[in-house]
């Protein structure tokens, strides 16, 4: 099992940077493949981004393609989300989430989360 604490949510202008950090504690972190997920009131948690074992691979929802890059830092045990050119239909909490199989996108393929962080974009 891997705890996973995320930070660095908070309100932004739309068309502006947040920066998503996840600090993660546990010896096999690098056993892990990391995700971040959102869910905006009233709709399903989605997946936005995944990176594998050692950053190599990285898998991005369309919505966000080309305005987030996901990166992780091995020896740091942390997961970053840069997210720019934010837009209101941004607005979410957004979860850290550890699996363990490449190539899972359902939140039901993460077996650890963090307790969310929220990000809010104003138009």
């Known amino acids: 099992q891997v705890q996973l604490v995320e930070s660095g949510g908070g309100l932004v202008q739309a068309g502006g940077p947040l920066r998503l950090s996840c600090a993660a504690s546990?010896?096999?972190?690098?056993?892990?493949?990391m995700g971040w997920f959102r869910q905006a009131p009233g709709k399903e948690r989605e997946i936005v981004a995944a990176?594998?074992?050692?950053?190599?691979?990285?898998y991005y929802a369309d919505s966000v393609k080309g305005r987030f890059t996901i990166s992780r830092d091995n020896a740091k045990k942390m997961v970053y989300l840069q997210m720019n050119s934010l837009k209101p239909e941004d607005t979410s909490v957004y979860y850290c989430?550890?699996?363990?199989?490449?190539?899972?996108?359902?939140?039901?393929?993460?077996?650890?989360w963090g307790q969310g962080t929220l990000v809010t974009v104003s138009s």
């Open positions: 989430a550890a699996g363990l199989a490449w190539g899972a996108r359902s939140n039901r393929d993460f077996g650890s």
């Open positions: 990176v594998n074992w050692d950053g190599t691979s990285t």
């Open positions: 546990g010896r096999t972190f690098s056993s892990y493949v």
